[in-house]
């Protein structure tokens, strides 16, 4: 029997009769054969129902290491079902696709289009009911339908926004309805009876962003996302086949009145012919006459027939500009497409790179010698770099349409150069080619122009040169030219400036040096060529080139080497001082335009510590000395800032009396400066008053300013502004209200916000509190949300519908419990007209009543400083707090990791949503995630749809992290539900920051 089942026969049986114990053997022997033949047939039987699709399941018993197999043959049915429900799908979609393209092929007027591709859609999506709305003259009309009946007083004829097939129309979005109103107009009929529909799916047709018509249907069965998938894929396709139709009725219409023209012209020809045999008779004057009118007609003839041929002629002409619209659309479909996907592969292996190479260099445990924080600086030098040329890539369009912006600045030559030479000497070396750089005597130091735009020109110069040189020598010189091609005219000998590039690499042959700049064209375009890359770094380089005031050029011989040399002007001075497409109009008045206006010197100088000070952060001289010379009018010292950055260091080291601030600022922009004053214990006091040509008045008055203005302005309302500071200067006594009506509630807050220079009123209820703001003049207040039995909003209310300047003061609204969904509703849409503030904690009510009282840290109490530090320590808000990283890319979570650990967080990762969800449940104390969108099984987007549907998690801060980088990324993240949006690389310190603030919220 061992030797039967060594060959595989599971059928042997003993010839021997055992006797005594051998008899337990022989029956385990018989029952261990039983049961592995069983086993083998049942496998062998789910193996054929595998191979025909069947589902299968296992009807013998497995045992042992037998399970592992019905394990895998099972997995393997799921695997297989799931497969084969995909394909029938998209087998589905592609046969209603190919259905609809018949139907709507060949000449149909427009009403047999609708008739036709209504009841193809109703059959075909299984619906009872279909309607085909065409849209003319902001209406839409009824043309075809599909088992529908008319009944009397039902319209057939809607304006858009009107019911849900004009609100589809009005918001060109699919709509799809479960509970179909009662009333509602469409009803199914068979000869059983009529009854409403349980599902409406109701598809605007858009064509060319324009919306052609709307096709509505009724069911009783239930709508799959699959039917809607369908609807939204050929929505396309019918748009076409409207447009077509219109097109050819139009041509139909054309060629009638042509026809009736040509028939009225018969006509009086006829009547001409009938008029000339009456006056046959006549004298001979009349039969010249006669000839002249023969003469007219045959005149009128050429003319229509010239008529008709340039009919056919504009017929052809529109006909191919529609096909080339087509194909551009097209072609802008397949770029846009490609663009994000290019970033992602990208972006996702450069985060981590960006964040270890950041880590390493920082060097924190001091472990690395110099010359490995040296490597690791290059690393993180080349990574932004790389970082950069993506940028640019994305931004190819722009280039193409010359619609970069150019930064003039002052750079250092010496050092911009000192840098590119230790990014590219490393990779030289390990190509055994040597490098040199050599720099005239005579060449500046300082250069003006922009500095990232030439780093980027030398950059990929440099790359090409070492790329396709296997041995010798790449040159990078720096030197005045001894002559300028006579094709460049634009500039001088003596004022220009020359970077070469030089190699003795393969070079490049004659025919094939203009190709080089065209995008995407390289010497050797085959598929077996020996080097890599995309052929767009010579054609974004030689645009840069001109857009700078220069010019790029090439001297090259096959096998020989070549050098690519960058033209530039010495001076920028006789250039314009900006170069960008931007087509947007100047926000300030003509004379504050002007290039030659410089920022005078301010009184930083000559400061005493009893002076009165204004800081004017302005990056438009003009007018910040035309602010200057009021100050001084007014009796302040002024001091002056053209960015951002420097107005932040001015108001740190000599904390100005007041600050008058703009919005769009170099380097760092007007609300990031004001976040950053009052998140400091030493500047959160000064008081900020904005001067912007952009609105952002509520975002800046929720920071704490004191007042905002639209540019331009004139003087009547410069010296408002200077008046409002010297009011609030002098104003030593602040006034607050509050609204509590709970006796602990208000011992609670006049606790927390008392002060000796603080004088609090105390209403009871928001009829009283509203009638006191409409009366007197207050800083701030402070709203109870559980006043009145939890009906504390009934003040924003009032508030909000009152819209007069009195009730734009700011509230904190102080609640210890969660806001209901109708409060937080409340708040946000008050919020657009007042000031409003949130504080569920006595820390967060310091905080935000401190700030809007502009009270100086240093002056408060021991015990409110504590809980001003505790709102404002970075270190703390972060301390010990549990985060979930969710990203499918190893690399960027042990990136993100280390970074996050090392702020002494508790990390939590996950490598999809699904898995992410898990996380969640089993980890309660999570208090921020950070969601990676573009991943497998389930996406970024859907994950945090996913959260968002539990209550527990509705608060719960959300960060999207995508290495895509296309406009409308960060609109579908923040509708998919996330707080905020961060783009791959991850700048850590923007993460960290980020994270700060959510957690603080």
């Given at each position: ?16 009769e ?33 191979a ?40 589905w ?11 709507v ?36 009309k ?9 009944r009397?007083?039902?319209?057939h004829?809607?304006k858009?926004?009107?019911g ?33 529909p349980?599902?409406?799916l ?32 050929i ?83 529109q ?68 970082l ?17 912006e ?46 990232q ?17 296997s ?10 030219p ?6 460049i005219?634009?500039?001088?000998l ?34 077996s060529?020996s ?45 314009p ?7 947007e ?16 010197s ?15 952060i ?46 769009s ?20 006091h ?31 309302k410069?010296?408002?502004?200077f ?18 009506d ?21 209403s009871?209820?928001s009829?009283t509190?509203?009638?006191?703001l409409?009366?007197?003049t207050?800083?701030?207040?402070i ?12 003040l ?18 102080y ?14 849409q008050?919020?657009e ?26 002056n408060?109490?021991d ?47 996950a ?38 549907k ?19 990324d960060?609109?579908k ?29």
């Amino acid at each position: 029997m061992s030797q039967g089942l060594v060959a595989g026969d599971l059928r042997v049986t003993p010839n021997t009769e055992y006797n005594g114990d051998f008899v337990q053997i022989k029956d385990s022997l018989d029952t261990t054969l039983s049961n592995l033949k069983f086993v083998v047939e049942d496998i062998v039987q789910i193996s054929q129902k595998l191979a025909k699709g069947q589902t299968v399941t296992a009807q013998a018993e497995y045992q042992g290491d037998f399970i592992q197999i019905k394990t895998a043959l099972e997995t393997a049915a799921i695997k297989l079902e799931e497969a084969t429900s995909k394909n029938t799908t998209q087998d589905w979609l592609k046969t209603g696709q190919t259905q609809l393209g018949d139907v709507v092929s060949g000449e149909q007027n427009m009403t047999q289009l609708a008739k036709n591709v209504i009841a193809l859609l109703a059959n075909y999506l299984q619906m009872s009911v279909g309607m085909f709305y065409i849209y003319e003259q902001d209406k839409l009309k009824l043309i075809g339908s599909y088992a529908y009946t008319n009944r009397k007083g039902i319209k057939h004829e809607f304006k858009t926004g009107e019911g849900l097939v004009g609100q589809t129309a009005l918001e060109q979005k699919q709509l799809h309805i479960t509970k179909v109103p009662k009333d509602y107009y469409v009803h199914i009929n068979s000869g059983l009876g009529t009854a409403l529909p349980n599902n409406l799916l109701i598809q605007p047709i858009i064509y060319e962003g324009k919306l052609k018509a709307v096709i509505e249907l009724a069911a009783f069965k239930t709508v799959t996302e699959t039917d809607k998938l369908l609807l939204t894929q050929i929505m396309s396709v019918i748009g076409v086949a409207i447009n077509t139709a219109e097109s050819r009725s139009q041509t139909q219409e054309l060629l009638q009145r042509s026809r009736q023209q040509t028939e009225e012209l018969q006509t009086q020809q006829e009547e001409l012919q009938k008029a000339n045999g009456e006056l046959q008779s006549q004298s001979e004057e009349l039969q010249s006459q006669q000839e002249e009118l023969r003469q007219s007609n045959e005149t009128l003839e050429e003319r229509t027939n010239d008529l008709e041929q340039q009919k056919i002629e504009m017929e052809k002409a529109q006909t191919a500009i529609t096909l080339k619209a087509k194909e551009l659309e097209l072609a802008s479909k397949y770029k846009s497409e490609f663009l994000a996907n290019m970033s992602h592969e990208l972006r996702t292996p450069l985060n981590s790179l960006l964040i270890l190479s950041q880590l390493l260099a920082e060097n924190k445990t001091g472990n690395l010698d110099e010359k490995q924080i040296e490597y690791a600086e290059t690393i993180n030098s080349a990574g932004n770099d790389l970082l950069t040329l993506i940028n640019d890539i994305l931004d190819l369009s722009k280039v193409e349409a010359g619609k970069v912006e150019v930064q003039w600045e002052d750079i250092s030559l010496p050092n911009l150069l000192a840098s590119i030479e230790q990014k590219f000497a490393p990779i030289a070396n390990d190509k055994n080619v040597e490098f040199n750089l050599t720099i005239a005597s005579d060449i500046p130091d300082i250069l003006v122009t922009d500095g990232q735009r030439i780093k980027q020109i030398i950059n990929n110069l440099l790359s090409n040169a070492l790329k396709f040189t296997s041995e010798g020598e790449v040159k990078l010189i720096v030197q005045h030219p001894t002559e300028i091609p006579h094709y460049i005219d634009k500039l001088e000998l003596g004022k220009t400036i020359i970077i070469s590039v030089s190699d003795t690499g393969i070079g490049i042959p004659k025919d094939k040096q203009q190709n080089i700049f065209e995008a995407f064209q390289q010497a050797d375009g085959s598929t077996s060529r020996s080097y890599g890359g995309t052929g767009l770094g010579l054609s974004i380089s030689r645009q840069l080139a001109r857009l700078l005031g220069g010019e790029l050029t090439l001297v090259s011989e096959s096998e020989k080497g070549s050098t690519f040399t960058l033209y530039l002007p010495e001076k920028q001075s006789s250039l314009p001082i900006s170069q960008t497409a931007t087509s947007e109009p100047p926000l300030l008045m003509e004379e504050y335009q002007s290039p030659k206006e410089v920022l005078r010197s301010d009184d930083r100088d000559n400061l005493l510590s009893t002076d009165k000070t204004i800081l004017v952060i302005e990056d438009d001289c003009k007018f910040s000395n035309i602010l200057r010379d009021l100050s001084k009018n007014k009796g302040f010292k002024c001091l002056s800032a053209e960015d951002g950055l420097t107005g932040l260091k001015l108001a740190e080291k000599h904390k100005p009396s007041a600050i008058i601030l703009d919005i769009s600022l170099p380097k760092m922009d007007g609300l990031t400066v004001m976040r950053k004053l009052k998140d400091k214990p030493s500047t959160r006091h000064i008081p900020v008053h904005f001067v912007s040509a952009s609105d952002q008045s509520m975002d800046a008055k929720k920071l704490g300013a004191i007042g905002y203005l639209i540019k331009p302005i004139n003087i009547e309302k410069l010296d408002e502004v200077f008046q409002k500071i010297e009011t609030f200067l002098a104003k030593t006594m602040k006034k607050l209200l509050v609204l509590a009506d709970n006796e602990a509630n208000q011992q609670k807050i006049m606790s927390l916000v008392a002060n000796d220079d603080l004088q609090i009123e105390i209403s009871l209820t928001s009829e009283t509190a509203c009638q006191k703001l409409l009366e007197m003049t207050y800083d701030c207040v402070i709203l109870d949300i559980n006043v009145e039995q939890n009906t504390g909003s009934e003040l924003l209310k009032k508030m909000y519908q009152k819209k007069v300047p009195a009730c734009k003061i700011p509230i904190v609204v102080y609640a210890d419990r969660d806001l209901t969904d109708e409060e937080e509703a409340l708040l946000l849409q008050c919020s657009e007209e007042i000031p409003i503030k949130s504080a569920d904690s006595p820390e967060h009510l310091v905080d935000e009543i401190s700030l809007f009282l502009h009270q100086i840290a240093a002056n408060l109490p021991d015990n409110k400083r504590e809980m001003l530090h505790m709102v404002h320590d970075k270190v703390t808000i972060l301390k010990n707090k549990n985060v979930l990283v969710v990203d499918d890319d190893v690399r960027n979570v042990y990136a993100l990791a280390t970074i996050l650990e090392n702020h002494d967080m508790e990390v939590v990762c996950a490598v999809n949503g699904k898995e992410s969800l898990k996380l969640l449940k089993s980890n309660p104390d999570i208090t921020i995630v950070l969601m990676d969108i573009m991943m497998p099984e389930m996406d970024g987007y859907e994950a945090i749809k996913e959260i968002r549907k539990q209550p527990k998690y509705r608060n719960l801060p959300i960060i999207a992290l995508t290495a895509k980088a296309m406009k409308d990324d960060k609109n579908k993240c923040i509708e998919a539900g996330a707080n905020d949006y961060l783009t791959k690389p991850v700048d850590t310190d923007k993460l960290l920051s980020l994270m700060r603030v959510w957690l603080y919220r």
